[in-house]
RNA sequence: CGCGGGAUGGAGAAGUCAGGUAUCUCGUCAGGCUCAUAACCUGAAGACCGUAGGUUCAAAUCCUACUCCCGCAACCA
């Protein structure tokens, strides 16, 4: 089983680009590895408990409960809107969920590695926080922006993340597929040779925060945040059993993909998770995989005057469509790197790749089948050497796809894709079938060359729909092959589209976009 | 000496780990085609690969020093 994860997205505000695009680049893994032929288990959701959320439902005058159900909403709706398909929904208020923490806390504090300890700090009464010396200022003050600061002991639970980051320095060394991509390793490393040995405190008094899990053996505090959230990776696949819930081992059966931002590798997921994991007894063997992606950045706020000051993905998605958005928050990143986030990019690479190129192949490719040889398509004669080319060609695309797309390059795997479309499109000004047409002893010849582009547009449609599953389909509706987008990649052989076969006259898959210069 | 990332033709990027005539997209200029979504195809101009040294037959790629940008720095969910 493919096991696949996104982080929990924090119910504290709307969703943004930089949300979109961690669920849409999942959703896109998840949907290759099926195409793939593999069993694939895709678990996303929210996380609703915390501080902030506290906050914010009490600045708003509604309980933390309403507020995280409306912010929830909101997120699944989008998803819903871009096509993002999962097959596990994570809510941290969930009882089921509720029940996995609290199980595992008891676990962990039966066994010790919980204990309670007092602490003395300097405390920010106006951000309700703690402060470290690194809020210092230059003078070693604590500026205004933290309001009053007053010093106070304070008792709290620690889980005992000394005794585990030996074992997590040591495992993170000696492999090389934990942190993707592999430059980020080194910055977790380097994170945990800085850790003193300190550990992990889980609690949270009840007189500051209330909106959080109990802890089962001490009903005066709830559970930090983090260490609530992070369970959901586990929880929501059956760790604690549950009819509802899918079965653990048969989900968990090697190691997961977790994808998530490079703000919360260090300490969240590749430090405080990790040693939960080997806390709870998880091998060597089961530790997940951190998938870390960049950011979508915004340089200055140029293009908002001609093309609108538009962030909001669900925006974008009514002004541009869900294969405009999708295809761009995949193709103009480098997995793991960051990006600057362009609405005329978004348009152009639409506009290039999709509509002129493979969107215009397949339009010029079976308008000519209409035209050209009465909506018949046949392999017809022998082939010639460009004929072989083509299809050296689209196995040479297909290859470089798949490896792309084996190392979550998308961005790559879309461009392999592209340079077999532009072979097509060289092929057919090169074989010109239109010229071909004009004389009836080239008949063959001419089924020849028609069969090639339209078996190409058959396959570029498989392979582009992890990315643009509506878009494949409209491509598989256009050639009359309902059951194509059915094909795993290994079934994906040259004759797809068998002899005789019938289509009508197509209509454009991606419509240009048409944008107004606007002043 | 806190940590990490980055600096490549007008714009955006790939290539750097495993050195070997600089790649892709957009833009610009010129031409061709007409099947197609004013799409497609061909050709051209344009880069001393941040700076200065070094290693090597050979450096964008390895080494040293430096400059400038961006992010992070562990009770911030």
Same mark, same amino acid.
């Given at each position: 089983m493919f096991f696949l994860t996104t982080a929990i997205d924090y119910t504290n505000g709307s969703p943004h680009i930089g949300h979109a695009y961690e669920k849409v680049?999942?959703?896109?893994?998840?949907?290759?590895?099926?195409?793939?032929?593999?069993?694939?288990?895709?678990?996303?959701?929210?996380d609703q408990h915390g501080q902030k959320v506290q906050q914010t439902a009490e600045k708003e005058g509604v309980s933390p409960a309403d507020?995280?159900?409306?912010?929830?909403?909101?997120?699944?709706?989008?998803?819903?809107?871009?096509?993002?398909?999962?097959?596990?929904?994570?809510?941290?208020?969930?009882?089921?969920?509720?029940?996995?923490?609290?199980?595992?806390l008891s676990d962990l504090h039966a066994r010790d590695q919980i204990y309670k300890k007092t602490y003395k700090g300097f405390y920010s009464v106006r951000q309700e926080q703690f402060l470290t010396d690194r809020d210092r200022d230059e003078a070693g003050n604590f500026g205004p922006e933290w309001g009053e600061v007053t010093e106070i002991e304070e008792e709290n639970y620690y889980f005992k993340l000394s005794d585990h980051t030996p074992w997590l320095r040591e495992f993170l060394e000696k492999s090389d597929d934990t942190i993707l991509p592999a430059f980020r390793k080194s910055e977790l490393i380097n994170a &945990?040779?800085?850790?003193? =040995?300190? $550990?992990?405190?889980?609690?949270?008094?009840?007189?500051?925060?209330?909106? !959080?899990?109990?802890?089962?053996?001490?009903?005066?505090?709830?559970?930090?945040v983090w260490f609530d959230a992070l369970i959901n990776y586990i929880s929501f696949v059956g760790y604690t059993p549950d009819p509802s819930l899918p079965d653990f081992e048969s989900v968990w059966t090697g190691r997961p993909v977790h994808i998530i931002g490079k703000d919360i590798m260090v300490p969240a997921h590749g430090i405080y998770w990790l040693a939960m994991l080997r806390a709870l007894g998880f091998s060597d063997e089961k530790m997940p995989?951190?998938?870390?992606?960049?950011?979508?950045?915004r340089s200055g706020e140029k293009m908002?005057?001609?093309?609108?000051?538009?962030?909001?993905?669900?925006? &974008?998605?009514?002004?541009? =469509?869900? $294969?405009?958005?999708?295809?761009?928050?995949?193709?103009?990143?480098?997995? !793991?790197?960051?990006?600057n986030f362009d609405v005329e990019r978004l348009v152009m690479l639409f506009n290039t790749e999709l509509a002129n190129e493979l969107g215009n192949l397949c339009n010029r490719a079976l308008n000519m089948s209409v035209r050209f040889t009465e909506s018949v398509i046949s392999p017809g004669g022998p082939l010639t050497a460009d004929d072989t080319a083509l299809q050296q060609s689209l196995i040479d695309s297909t290859a470089a796809y798949r490896k792309a797309m084996d190392n979550h390059e998308v961005s790559m795997g879309l461009e392999a894709l592209n340079r077999h479309v532009v072979h097509c499109n060289q092929y057919a000004e090169r074989m010109k079938p239109w010229e071909l047409?004009?004389?009836?002893?080239?008949?063959?010849?001419?089924?020849?060359?028609?069969?090639?582009?339209?078996?190409?547009?058959?396959?570029?449609?498989?392979?582009?729909?992890p990315v643009l599953p509506d878009a494949a389909a409209k491509l598989a509706d256009q050639l009359k092959l309902p059951k194509l987008t059915d094909h795993k990649l290994d079934d994906l052989k040259w004759g797809l589209v068998h002899s005789g076969h019938e289509i009508e006259k197509p209509s454009p898959v991606f419509p240009r976009i048409e944008v107004k210069a606007a002043e």
């Open positions: 680049l999942a959703d896109v893994i998840a949907r290759y590895r099926r195409l793939a032929g593999e069993e694939v288990y895709f678990l996303t959701g929210v507020y995280v159900k409306t912010v929830t909403a909101r997120f699944s709706a989008l998803w819903e809107k871009i096509g993002v398909e999962y097959d596990g929904w994570a809510e941290t208020t969930d009882p089921r969920h509720i029940t996995c923490v609290q199980s595992i &945990l040779e800085k850790n003193t =040995g300190a $550990d992990l405190c889980i609690s949270r008094p009840k007189e500051r925060l209330t909106w !959080g899990i109990e802890l089962p053996f001490d009903s005066d505090f709830v559970t930090y995989q951190l998938l870390v992606h960049g950011w979508w950045n908002s005057k001609s093309l609108g000051n538009i962030v909001d993905p669900s925006e &974008l998605v009514d002004t541009f =469509g869900v $294969d405009a958005l999708r295809y761009y928050l995949v193709r103009d990143i480098h997995t !793991g790197k960051d990006s047409n004009k004389n009836p002893e080239n008949k063959e010849r001419l089924a020849t060359v028609l069969h090639h582009l339209a078996e190409s547009v058959a396959h570029c449609a498989v392979l582009l729909s």
